[in-house]
């Protein structure tokens, strides 16, 4: 069964400084996306950043990028100059063709300290 | 953009009484769409896949005449939580893929900022 792990489920970071948070994953497939979602206290679920798994170069967007570690099956999230409004929920989740669906993981709170 | 609303954001009722709760795509068609529900802290759990003009795929687990979910065009989707009971309280989201094939292989899901249920 495919399942994704966040081993931590409270982070904090200092304004402007970076951290990094982990995942892991389980799968058979070869093919298959990963994502992060991150939800404010709003709780609007907010796409980070996809990773096709078939691509070999780590996505980026803007201060978010990933670590992506097919082997290992891991995919972090990196995240520079932490702002305050990066303070949220982030959520690691899986696509594979398998089971068509999304598979979340339990999250990590991430809290900015100013 | 992808936008997704839904509505309505906040919802209170009585025990045994139905509620209904929309999702629409506002700039994009999308010819599938997701329910999932939210229990507080934790993570989101998959309720149904719905697909424009056909029955939605329920996941295992979760009561399809509990939870009616109706397609019926390529902007908006519904659930419908019948005679609701307080452990039916939750938040419910759902998401839209782009695209009108019906086929979904791990394109971005688009979230709509979800709608709190709270069954008296």
């Known amino acids: 069964a495919q399942t994704v792990t966040q081993s931590q489920p409270e982070m904090s970071v200092q304004e402007a400084e970076t951290v990094t948070l982990s995942c892991t994953y389980d799968t058979s497939e070869s093919d298959y996306y990963l994502f992060w979602y991150k939800q404010p206290p709003s709780r609007q679920m907010i796409l980070v950043i996809r990773q096709e798994a078939y691509k070999q170069q780590n996505a980026t967007e803007n201060r978010f990028s990933v670590n992506f570690q097919k082997a290992a099956k891991s995919f972090s999230l990196k995240i520079s100059d932490s702002q305050l409004g990066d303070a949220a929920m982030y959520f690691c989740?899986?696509?594979?063709?398998?089971?068509?669906?999304?598979?979340f993981g339990t999250g990590t709170l991430l809290a900015v300290q100013p | 953009g992808a936008v997704v609303s839904q509505h309505p954001s906040w919802v209170i009722c009585k025990s045994g009484t139905s509620v209904k709760i929309e999702c629409r795509s506002l700039?994009?068609?999308?010819?599938?769409m997701f329910w999932y529900r939210q229990f507080p802290k934790q993570s989101l759990m998959l309720m149904a896949t719905?697909?424009?003009?056909?029955?939605?795929?329920?996941e295992q687990g979760v009561e399809k005449d509990k939870f009616l979910i109706n397609h019926a065009s390529l902007t908006l989707s519904t659930l419908t939580v019948t005679s609701a009971h307080p452990e039916d309280s939750s938040f419910y989201i759902c998401s839209a893929i782009r695209g009108l094939t019906g086929l979904w292989g791990g394109e971005t899901q688009y979230f709509g900022p979800g709608t709190r249920l709270l069954v008296l």
């Open positions: 700039d994009f068609q999308a010819t599938t």
């Open positions: 989740a899986h696509y594979g063709g398998a089971t068509n669906k999304l598979i």
């Open positions: 719905s697909n424009e003009g056909s029955k939605a795929t329920y």
